[in-house]
């Protein structure tokens, strides 16, 4: 079955940047998504079509595409961008869409 | 302001069936996509399948397919997601969430509903 593969955490001190990654066969063909979400909350969209920002979102976050993989970048992290954060996308016929199984941000 | 709102809590024991419901205030409801997504005990988020209000046209997951039924009542703009007999498995927080067309993809979330399967 198709698979998001992200890895399971990643671990930034504050100021520094963190960046997400997310690979799958056909994200050349399929745009990503990104959600944020913090503990006992519902997922908030903080990247969508690979590289946009919702409004509201702030500018520190961002998103690219390179081949199979794409990235969540947060510049400049803070303390408030302790998370998981999710990568999401269609499968390679665009049927239906899938998560990755998350990554878990901790600010040091 | 656009807003879902889900059912409340349940705790039912297997073999029971259920349906949890999530109703959309702000916006034109059978003009948006609502889909429902999984998110198990200390897991991951998992999307399940997604309905059009409008014509109850509706896709789901593969491994979802046939587990659940998803379907909406346009004239009171509310989906639902129903079991005809849970497993403990079921055991999860399900979230609702629209499908933006200009994002094209979910922008606005429910509050979750929280099933427990347990005897």
Known sequence: SYELTQPPSVSVSPGQTARI?????ALPKQYAYWYQQK???APVLVIYKDSERPSGIPERFSGSSSGTTVTLTISGVQ?????DYYCHSPDSGGYYRIFG???KLTVL | EVQLVQSGAEVKKPGESLKISCKGSGHSFNSYWIGWVRQMPGKGLEWMGIIYPGDSDTRYSP???GQVTISA???????YLQWSSL?????AMYYCARHFTGYDT????????????SS
């Open chain 1, 21 to 25: 990654t997310c690979s799958a066969d």
């Open chain 1, 39 to 41: 503990p006992g909350q």
């Open chain 1, 79 to 83: 303390a408030e961008d302790e998370a």
């Open chain 1, 101 to 103: 199984g998350g990554t």
């Open chain 2, 63 to 65: 491994s979802f397919q």
């Open chain 2, 73 to 79: 009542d346009k004239s009171i703009s509310t989906a």
């Open chain 2, 87 to 91: 497993r403990a498995s079921d055991t």
């Open chain 2, 106 to 117: 979910f922008d606005i979330w429910g509050q979750g509903t929280m099933v427990t399967v």
